[in-house]
């Protein structure tokens, strides 16, 4: 069942019984319990609508709030169980109650459990997936994250140019789907709506996550670039630790190494490259920037660069050395191109040193 379909159906006379939200998709998950929570209106709302969080409340508890009928006989009675990532045991009692309650539910109610990544082989997944009630709001990949949250700014009431949305993308898509959401929201505050956002205001307001500085610098330094390098990392210096910028550039560059490695050794070992980058974490579209970076390096290069981000840890963490001189010097140490080959001196025709 698609988000939509939900919102239709939840609203309407064929109401089911029990619904499952599932998803990392945050404009559709906050749709669909926006559409739950707005079935009851007037007096009977603060009787009819119930909401729990699983881990503060049992699931004995929460489904237990469904028993029964309605205060109001004409209103229906809602539901609303959210289950946080956090939440790891209890899954037997939220199924064993859900089951018995499920045999005979009162009419006019409705359990409806939002979860974001659910275990689908769990025994309250496959009672939605058999009713037709389970839904799904599935994430955007890779390739439509920017028109993504592009409808992420139209909600906020908000203008950006493209660049803008692939510059957000860059910085804070690596942690969530949920923290662009955050961002975005903290843009509709400031500068707000009245003007249009551009790169330079999401460079300005957004801090970069983990994986944003795997790009911002991590990208320029595997490809080489110190240009483009040595301008990101001064602007990291200003605005984020030192430890953190090193842990993920650190991991970029055993990214890089590991890519190497695995692009070398796959045939060796009877496996396709793609399979063995896997095990490595490395997949699509980041498996192919990886691999063209690294393209850029020898596999000498690439071990004698892991052992420098090594000794920069060293440094780091036994000596009294500035953080951002530590930073600096190991940036543009690894972003420097190799010097070309050194050509052989030419030998004169009576073999004589010129």
């Given amino acids: 069942m698609t988000p939509e379909q939900f919102q239709q159906e939840i609203a309407g006379p064929s109401r089911k019984p029990y619904y499952l939200v599932k998803g990392g998709e945050p404009l559709g998950m906050a749709a669909c319990l926006k559409a739950a929570s707005e079935v009851i209106r007037g007096e009977a709302r603060a009787f009819n609508l119930h909401t729990y969080w699983l881990g503060e409340s049992s699931a004995a508890e929460a489904v237990g709030a469904a028993s029964g009928s309605s205060l109001f006989s004409s209103s229906p009675r809602i539901v609303i169980i959210k289950i946080p990532p956090v939440f790891k045991s209890g899954y037997s009692e939220l199924s064993d109650s859900l089951a018995a309650w499920l045999k005979k539910p009162p009419r006019l109610v409705t359990v409806a459990i939002f979860q974001d990544k659910p275990d689908l ?23 439509s ?33 949920q923290a662009i959401v955050n961002q975005v929201e903290k843009l509709s505050i400031w500068p707000g709506p009245g003007r249009q956002i551009g790169p330079a205001v999401i460079r300005e307001q957004v801090p970069l996550s983990p994986a944003g500085v795997l790009y911002e610098l991590g990208e320029p330094v595997g490809e080489r670039r110190p240009q483009g390098a040595v301008p990101t990392l001064l602007n990291l210096l200003d605005s984020a630790d030192a430890f953190p910028v090193l842990a993920a550039f650190s991991t970029h560059i055993r990214k890089l190494y590991a890519a190497k490695v695995t692009s070398a050794a796959a045939p060796l070992e009877g496996k396709a490259p793609d399979a063995a980058a896997l095990e490595f974490g490395m997949k699509g579209y980041g498996l192919s920037r990886i691999r063209a970076q690294a ?60």
């Fill in 121 to 143: 082989r769990l025994r309250y997944c496959e009672t939605a997936r058999k009713a037709g009630t389970l839904v799904d709001c599935p994430p955007p990949d890779r390739m």
């Fill in 145 to 177: 994250l920017v028109p993504w949250i592009h409808k992420v700014f139209q909600s906020k009431g908000l203008r950006a140019s493209e660049e803008a949305a692939r510059v957000l993308a860059d910085r804070a898509g690596g942690d969530s789907l």
């Fill in 295 to 354: 393209s850029r390096w020898s596999l000498a290069e690439l071990r004698a660069a892991v052992s420098k981000t090594e000794e920069a840890y060293r440094k780091l963490m036994t000596t009294s050395i500035s953080p951002d001189i530590i930073l600096e010097e190991l940036c543009l140490g690894l972003s420097l191109p190799p010097p070309p080959p050194r050509k052989a001196a030419p030998v004169p025709p009576d073999g004589r040193p010129l």
